[in-house]
């Protein structure tokens, strides 16, 4: 089966840290340009972080810019996000999606979507 799966969600109390998981199921996650997004109940959709081909980040949004971080794992055909100093603010759902066109990563369209993980940041 094809898919893009999330873990790692949870309830964690501010200044907390959780790592994100996202693994592929049917293809090489390798071969795709990965990124992280969120949203928030009644809030758009937002871009985090990319992840291009060769491991480098080509993007990060303000809003997660020294907290957060992405890497690879290709033995385990994972895609993580390191989200650390979390904040209230960071309450969302948690996304990442894979796009095979160079370049698209933050605004697509996309070839996979995950399911979303729900990250809760609350004392």
């Known amino acids: 089966q094809v898919q893009l799966v999330e873990s790692g969600g949870g309830l964690v109390q501010p200044g907390g840290s959780l790592r994100l998981s996202c693994t592929a199921s049917g293809f090489t996650l390798d071969d795709y340009e990965v990124g992280w997004f969120h949203q928030a109940p009644g809030k758009v959709r937002e871009g985090l972080l990319c992840v291009d081909r060769t491991w480098g980040t080509t993007y990060v949004a303000n809003s997660v810019k020294g907290r957060f971080t992405a890497s690879r794992d290709s033995a385990k055909n994972t895609v993580f996000l390191q989200m650390d100093s979390l904040e209230p603010e960071d309450t969302a759902i948690y996304y990442c999606?894979?796009?095979?066109?160079?370049?698209?990563?933050?605004?697509?369209?996309?070839?996979?979507w995950g399911q979303g993980t729900q990250v809760t940041v609350s004392s």
């Open positions: 999606a894979a796009v095979s066109k160079r370049g698209l990563c933050l605004d697509g369209p996309y070839d996979y």
